[in-house]
């Protein structure tokens, strides 16, 4: 049985984004894709966005910009925020839901990371689910329903339940890693796990 | 002219243990050790301790375990919390002035993050400098020095106004990094300004 990668993570965050750009070079391992509300975690654990702190603020627009160097990707700070990313990861679990989900996620957030559109716009979800070739009409219609919802709530109170305190939280069966900088050691952990 | 790389750091801080285990293997660079008192950035700058947050704290030791493993170092979490440094990182200072630095700083470390000793005890002081056959009586005279007093604040001081809200907090040229994890980041800082 292949070693699987749960991922949990928002699309308000940075450093998820950064993280959600290498999960496939990690090898050949299943990745559970966890959307979770970041605000819902931080709320649950007493925690504070890093970028409320204005020298670490400052600090993390410097490291963002080394690591997308670093990995070669395109990146930009969002220029809105907070942003409520409830519709968001509710899309994603309607895509998960559905079978679409690889078709929608990188969107997502590329247009947050890249393109500093703004999630909590349903305008501009819409916008992002037809460049998809996706039912927006439908799709958008779903993230209402009650399973969406409790899906969502469900993956953020897990998530805390498991320990996490931020986002990226990713976990190698009950082994945590928070962020970005901590893939080698989830490389080196679902290595081990899938000999 | 060599690169150079300045490391502000505190005692009480495992991660700058951490970071300090690597800097020698950064290459043939200049390393200019700048103590600074930890609790006085935090205030400085409104920023917490990441363990006043608990969850983030239970990650925290298995973090730390991983680091160590991966540096091939020893580590234990000193069980003695809050410490006040103030004592320790001025002899450091006196250390440096008095050109003891190297028989001193990697003793001050060890006590602190494997022999779990209180670094805020001058007589824990005084058996460290005794080991390390240093003239004890003179040196923890002079950690009562107003220019050694001031050389801490000093130190401090500059961190905050350069940017720093924690420790490490590591210095190539006018680009700062923070953490230990930052190190591959800051070796190719160091590579690109020795050039």
Redesign the interface.
């Known amino acids: 049985m292949s070693a699987k990668l749960e991922f949990f993570y928002d699309y308000v965050s940075p450093y998820s984004y950064m993280a959600n750009s290498q999960l496939e070079q990690l090898g050949d391992f299943v990745i559970d894709y966890r959307p979770m509300f970041l605000g819902g975690v931080m709320k649950a654990?007493?925690?504070q966005p890093p970028g409320m702190?204005l020298?670490?603020l400052?600090?993390m627009l410097?490291?963002l910009d080394?690591w997308a160097r670093?990995y070669g990707i395109a990146f930009r700070s969002n220029s809105i925020f907070p942003q409520n990313t409830l519709a968001a990861l509710r899309l994603a679990l309607v895509a998960k839901r559905d079978g679409c989900f690889d078709r929608l996620h990188q969107r997502l957030f590329d247009a947050m990371f890249i393109d500093d559109r703004d999630l909590s716009d349903l305008a501009v979800l819409r916008e992002i689910l037809v460049a998809a070739g996706l039912d927006a009409d439908a799709m958008l219609a779903a993230i209402e329903d009650p399973d969406i919802k409790a899906a969502l709530k469900t993956n953020t109170e897990e998530a805390?339940a498991r320990?996490?305190?931020g986002a990226p939280t990713m976990f190698v069966g009950d082994?945590?890693f928070?962020?970005n900088?901590?893939l080698p050691?989830v490389r080196a952990a679902l290595e081990a796990s899938g000999r």
Chains 1, 2 share one sequence.
Do not use: K
């Open positions: 654990t007493g925690n702190l020298p670490r400052a600090y410097h490291d080394r670093h805390v320990g996490a305190f082994e945590m928070f962020g900088d901590r050691f």
